[in-house]
């Protein structure tokens, strides 16, 4: 691929067949629906991990981080860039609930669709982390069977885990720590689990 807009190189070009980003399937079509829970505005957190896995598992991950770049209009891959990119746009739309997709028919690429959708649905915020923690604290087993109890707990555990996880360190301090102090937060991370 030629220079990104933001003037970064990509090297897809030189990726071939399959393997490239750029590469379509001959059952890829715009009407695919990649995930079986179309967004609803309230199942972000779940909705955009399994949109992810699922753009991995076709090697279209790239046009939503943004690591496969828009090229230059004078570039041989544009055409076939846009192609693409048009395809992860629709599998997003396709995924979206009727009631919401609306608003978002508009976006000028898959990278800002995602991040209309991440700013719309995606950021953290207190309300949320309230609900989630309430609901944590509320949940019991009820009439459920222990695994589905199990899994109810874990999933609203894994959610809020997404919403504020564990800071991680970026400087390598902590792994020259004697003092234990990660592994007491860790441990007190999840004795606060027990409910």
Known sequence: MGDGVNGSRSSFGSIAGEENPMFLQ?????????VTTPLNGN????????????LGAKL???FIT?????????????????RVDFMVTSWILNAISKD???SFLYAVSARDLWKDLERRYGECNGPL????????????QGDLCISRYFTKLKSLWDELNCLAPIPQCSCGALKQC??????????????DRLV
């Open 26 to 34: 001959n059952s890829d079509n715009p009407g695919m629906v990649l």
């Open 43 to 54: 199942n972000y957190l779940s909705w955009s991990r399994a949109m992810r896995i699922a």
């Open 60 to 62: 279209k991950l790239d």
């Open 66 to 82: 943004g690591k496969c770049d828009r090229p230059q209009e004078d570039s041989p891959d544009y055409d076939r860039w846009c």
């Open 100 to 102: 919401i997709v609306e």
């Open 129 to 140: 982390l309230y609900q989630l923690k309430r609901e944590i604290s509320s949940i019991s």
């Open 178 to 191: 004697s003092c234990g102090s990660l592994r007491q937060l860790v441990e007190f991370w999840d004795n």
